[in-house]
């Protein structure tokens, strides 16, 4: 499967475009001004304890306080609460938990009371981004995520992904990992450690050992509450996550940001830094890849699939809800049954990648077309449990109701994508009145006999409208070329999505914006 990876910079955010197969199945978006992030870890202050929920609120520091439960606080919450004390005092045998005592762990039926009081320091760490009006969910089991491993502060266990499968690959790295893991920390092997060899995993090891003694300095002069350790960039964690053999190209439109992943790729796999390509061209990186186009195609309350089958998406605060409609799907010789199989199997591929498009969390309801064989249903269920394989979301899906009703939970650790493909009527600009389609032509035909005879520019580049384009260029001769002749000046056209239909720009030979 091909993959690549394509990144957008604005000055508010970065949008960070997955595809595979020249396709987009994920669409992240990271506030530059961004809050709590998942893996974030905070020296938070104890703002409420709350009996009834048996948890507290903390105060970070952010717009929103996080919520900890006390099921949240993991049994070796009490070995964290020495620890911050003494690395707070300048006990540099924190970075390395060398001869660190284990507390006695916290009982499972306690009370936050007992454990937590208002005005308190505690450190935590974020499992769930804000979502609408609630904060950030928080835990005390703090860990640190690298590409092969996960360090696990206060324990001695070596775990191995599930998805590790050989026998022996599991018994080799889990020696390994009790061979080169220092005293007072656990480790978690990731899938992406099979096969790999001693040196990459030290390394990979060395290098969380090392954030964690950086977050243990910190907490000597850090003033709460504060963030005291922050996770990778969203660009940065999903380039760790995700890069493998299968990755192709990554392309960025900002230089610090490409420089920034270079220097990171060059520390996890020096062989694939020059996969990390700069876009240098004029038309935005969104347009040139047809991104653009595939986001407002896919987001939206109705997505349409090519055979004509189309689905409704609508999202509640509790559940997320999908209805599949057959529309004019309709394939000669085929009974009633077999269609709405096919109909149902197109949309349970569309639906795989709508969940992941979208980040949809929670509880997810889909109502396919009826179907009354049971061998029918089963094998949706079968399709739909392959299709969702490559969800790296934890989720679980449940056969077909007798109402024909699938149901789906996933993994919400942040908040669903979305995205505005409505405009503002390019006609009316919301006013309610129409002014001709042809006024704008004669508007640019103005402003380009002012910016020739006046200003005395020789070319001009206009961003119009993909529609406006082929009017200009039309015929033979065509008005571009027609006004090229008329007012002796160079004009070059380039077509944007991103344009109303009456919006259009000129800019001169520097790629300089002109106001006319």
Same mark, same amino acid.
């Given at each position: ?7 957008r910079s604005?000055?508010?955010?970065v ?5 595979e197969?020249?396709?987009?199945v ?15 870890i905070?020296?938070?202050?104890v ?7 048996n948890?507290?609120f903390?105060?970070?520091?952010d ?15 009490n ?14 045998n ?10 006695e762990?916290l ?8 454990v ?11 499992t ?5 009006t609630?904060?950030?969910k ?35 790295? %889990?020696?390994?990992?009790?061979? +080169?893991?220092?005293e007072?920390? !656990? @480790? ?6 099979? &096969?790999k ?8 090891l ?13 907490l000597?002069?850090v ?13 940065t964690?999903l380039?760790?996550?995700?890069l ?10 900002n230089?610090?940001?490409y ?11 020096p ?11 004029e ?12 986001? %407002?195609r896919a987001?939206?309350? +109705?997505?349409?699939?090519?055979? !004509? @089958?189309?689905?409704y998406?609508?999202h509640? &605060? ?5 209805d ?26 569309e639906i795989?990648?709508q ?12 109502d ?12 949706l ?9 490559h ?11 007798k109402f024909?009703l699938?149901q789906i ?9 979305e ?10 600009? !919301? ?12 508007e ?27 009017y ?7 008005m ?18 991103r ?12 790629g300089?914006e002109?106001?006319?």
């Open positions: 499967m091909n993959k690549a990876l394509v990144i604005t000055a508010e955010e949008e960070i475009a997955l595809l197969d020249k396709q987009l994920e669409l992240h978006r990271e506030k530059k001004a961004a809050t709590a992030a998942v893996g974030d905070y020296l938070g202050k703002k409420k304890i709350m009996p009834g929920l948890a507290a903390v105060e970070l520091g717009e929103k306080d996080g919520f900890v439960h006390y099921l949240d606080l993991g049994p070796d919450y070995t964290v609460n020495r620890y911050l004390r003494q690395a707070m005092n300048g006990d540099r924190m970075r390395t938990l060398t001869n660190m005592k284990q507390e762990t009982p499972k039926l306690g009370n936050m009371s007992d937590l009081q208002q005005g308190q320091l505690v450190l935590l760490q974020v769930k981004e804000p979502i609408s609630k904060g950030p928080l835990t005390g089991d703090l860990s640190l995520a690298g590409r092969y491993l996960v360090l696990v502060p206060f324990g001695n266990k070596v775990s191995i992904s599930q998805k590790i499968k050989g026998n022996e690959e599991r018994s080799r790295l %889990r020696r390994l990992m009790h061979s +080169i893991k220092p007072g920390f !656990g @480790v978690i092997v990731r899938t992406m450690a099979e &096969e060899s001693v040196a990459d995993l030290d390394a990979d060395r290098t969380l050992c090392e954030r964690w003694g950086a977050l243990t300095d910190r000597k002069t003033n709460s509450p504060q963030k005291v350790l922050s996770e990778l960039s969203k660009t964690a380039l760790r996550d995700i493998s053999d299968e990755f192709d190209e990554v392309y960025c439109d230089e610090e940001l420089e920034e992943m270079r220097q990171y790729i060059r520390s996890i796999a062989d694939k830094e020059n996969l990390v390509k700069y876009y240098k061209m038309t935005p990186i969104f347009d040139q890849f047809g991104i653009s186009r595939d986001i %407002r987001f939206g309350r +109705i997505v349409t699939i090519r055979s !004509g @089958v189309y689905l998406v609508e509640t &605060e509790a559940m997320h809800v999908i599949v409609n057959s529309g004019n799907h309709i394939k000669a010789g085929s009974g009633q049954e077999d269609t709405a199989l096919q109909v149902n199997m197109e949309s349970a591929k795989a990648r969940l992941r498009l979208r980040d949809m969390g929670g509880i997810i309801i889909i396919f077309v009826d179907m009354n064989k049971a061998e029918h249903r089963k094998a269920f079968d399709y739909m449990t392959q299709v969702m394989a969800d790296k979301a934890r989720h679980t899906i449940l056969p077909l109701s024909g699938m939970t996933r993994q919400r650790v942040r908040p669903a994508v995205v505005d493909v409505q405009e503002k009527c390019p006609f009316c600009d !919301g006013t309610g009145t129409v002014r001709s389609t042809l006024v704008v032509v004669d640019i035909e103005q402003d380009l006999r002012y910016l020739a005879s006046t200003q005395r520019l020789r070319s001009v580049t206009i961003h119009v409208h993909p529609y406006i384009n082929a200009l260029r039309h015929g033979m001769p065509s571009r070329m027609r006004w090229m002749w008329k007012y002796r000046c160079r004009v070059v056209l380039k077509p944007l999505e344009l109303n239909l009456l919006e259009y720009k000129f800019l001169n030979s520097a300089e002109i106001l006319t």
